[in-house]
């Protein structure tokens, strides 16, 4: 938590009795365990996905090569184009 975070948690804290102040932490680490398992879905989806897309990609016959020389042409048009 960020110190400004702190203190925001301490100021919504202040005026609660220290069993309404527990009560509070105990929903704030219900949310936190809730919003790390999205995380890690997400994270285990993600993962998927990109192996799919390596799959998809190496039926293709797109290879690391072919996708780095085509970033780096895309980055040097862009670069043209602007107003640099």
């Known amino acids: 938590m960020t110190p ?8 919504e804290l ?5 069993e309404e102040a527990e009560a ?4 704030w680490r219900k949310e936190l365990a809730a919003i790390e398992e999205d995380i890690q879905a997400l994270r285990s989806v ?11 990609k190496r039926k293709l016959g797109v ?3 072919k996708e780095f020389t085509e970033d780096v ?3 040097l048009r862009t670069a043209k184009e602007s107003n640099m």
Do not use: T
């Open 73 to 75: 042409s895309h980055g």
């Open 24 to 27: 509070r932490r105990e929903e």
């Open 46 to 56: 993600l993962a998927k996905r990109v192996k799919d897309a390596q799959e998809v």
């Open 14 to 18: 202040a005026g609660l009795s220290p």
């Open 4 to 11: 400004d975070g702190s203190a925001a948690a301490a100021a």
């Open 63 to 65: 290879s690391v090569w």
